[in-house]
């Protein structure tokens, strides 16, 4: 099993522009969420899905979207890059919402000029 | 809101001696704690698990505590290795929704 993968690991982008960050799973998990985790903040649940077809806001979800199509895929759309939106992107999945551990994918690091 | 800290302080700590981290929280009462090990430009990765009705969880190595009275956590590590060190995160999650400490950056000297 690859587990939980993410792409691109790096990017950078200009203010304005959009782009998606790509999280697949091969664990037939049906809990998927992503994080930002910013320096002396910590992990922050961006938005999270209970399964195909079913996602919701976390703590911080402005400025991105989300769609569950697949069990396997998680995509996250930045609509319109802001400086604000630099960060490193983390991916995870669960067996079951609520938990009770989480896999982690490698995460994407952004860069927003 | 939901709240959970840890010792923003990097530790360091000689090899061979036991590193104490703490996760305190605040506004609600988990039913379980989990401690992650992130490496520099990875994910994290889960380690351990306590439920609220355990005082004490061991894996190999690694103990944690979970004291509902004070809300706490703590985590060690005994026998402490070069190799342990890394960030270790504390987490729990209210329904849907996991929330994770800053970590606290643990620096094993040989």
């Known amino acids: 099993n690859a587990g939980v993968t993410q792409t691109p690991k790096f990017q950078v982008l200009k203010t304005g522009q959009s782009m998606t960050l790509q999280c697949a799973q091969d664990?037939?998990?049906?809990?998927m969420s992503w994080y930002r985790q910013d320096p002396g903040m910590g992990l922050r649940l961006i938005h999270y899905?209970?399964?195909?077809?079913?996602?919701d806001q976390g703590e911080v979800p402005n400025g991105y979207n989300v769609s569950r199509s697949t069990t396997e895929d998680f995509p996250l759309r930045l609509l319109s890059a802001a400086p604000s939106q630099t960060s490193v992107y983390f991916c995870?999945?669960?067996?079951?919402?609520?938990?009770?551990?989480?896999?982690f994918g490698p995460g994407t690091r952004l860069t927003v000029l | 809101s939901q709240k959970i800290e840890q010792n923003s302080e990097a530790l360091n700590i000689q090899e061979g001696k036991t590193a104490t981290l703490t996760c305190n929280y605040t506004?609600?009462?988990?039913?379980?704690l989990q401690w992650y090990r992130q490496d520099p430009g990875r994910g994290p990765v889960f380690l351990l698990l306590?439920?609220?009705?355990?005082k004490e969880k061991r894996k190999e190595r690694l103990k944690v505590t979970f004291d509902t009275t004070l809300k706490q956590s703590l985590f060690h590590i005994t026998a402490s290795q070069p190799a342990d060190s890394a960030t270790y995160l504390c987490?729990?999650?209210?329904?849907?929704?996991?929330?994770f400490g800053t970590g606290t950056s643990l620096t094993v000297i040989p």
């Open positions: 995870a999945s669960s067996y079951m919402p609520g938990g009770p551990r989480l896999f």
């Open positions: 664990m037939n998990h049906e809990y």
């Open positions: 899905s209970v399964g195909a077809g079913i996602t």
């Open positions: 506004n609600y009462s988990p039913a379980y």
């Open positions: 306590i439920r609220e009705n355990e």
């Open positions: 987490a729990y999650n209210t329904g849907n929704q996991f929330y």
